[in-house]
């Protein structure tokens, strides 16, 4: 099975870049960000920035665009198949980017896998991909770079709770500070990729 022909243009993806960028710049001169807990989500958004920078380097691509747990079957073979190709559009985000998405939601959150077990689920995750796209898609050391972005696009989305002072304790933030700290404890073998 193959990408099929994309039918959408990224041009509301650049748009929305774009306005995530001013949203970040504006975030990060904001007082309320400089200290206490929150202060590491400074961290998290100057990264951001620094990694949508290099993102227009990139040329269009091919991306399937609805990775999730519903679109990812494995059989009892431990083979890897990709379901809805419905949402498949054109893409300034590389390619590695539409699996980061998977990696972070479904591998690297998931506490009941030892690192072996999401090291296997991963790189059968990445040779399916890699399968269907008919090439390696660049991905080698740059899965940490899209989770980092990915975390990063998180923040912002999620800026508007950040504001209340009863934030840290939300579900949600914890729940990122959470995927944060995986990310660091799983970087050397992510790079690995």
């Not at 100057?46 to 519903?70: C, S, T």
Request: charged letters at 25%; a positive charge; proline letters at 2%.
């Amino acid at each position: 099975m193959s990408f099929p022909e994309a039918h959408k243009i990224a041009r509301s993806q650049r748009g929305m870049r774009t306005r995530m960028r001013r949203k970040a710049r504006a975030l990060l001169i904001d007082k309320c960000w400089a200290t206490g807990e929150l202060s590491q989500v400074r961290t998290h958004l100057l990264k951001w920035l620094e990694i949508d920078a290099l993102l227009d380097k990139h040329k269009r691509q091919v991306i399937h665009n609805d990775l999730n747990a519903g679109n990812v079957l494995q059989d009892t073979n431990g083979n890897v198949w990709f379901l809805d190709f419905e949402e498949a559009r054109w893409s300034y985000l590389p390619t590695y980017f539409d699996i980061a998405k998977v990696i972070e939601r479904f591998i690297l959150v998931n506490e009941d896998w030892d690192v072996q077990v999401k090291i296997t689920a991963t790189q059968r995750l990445l040779d399916a991909y890699n399968v269907v796209r008919g090439d390696n898609g660049g991905m080698e050391g740059n899965i940490p770079v899209a989770l980092g972005w990915l975390l990063g696009f998180s923040w912002l989305r999620m800026s508007g709770l950040l504001f209340d002072h009863e934030a840290i304790q939300h579900p949600e933030v914890r729940k990122f500070f959470r995927i944060s700290e995986l990310l660091q404890e799983h970087r050397s073998w992510l790079a690995t990729l």
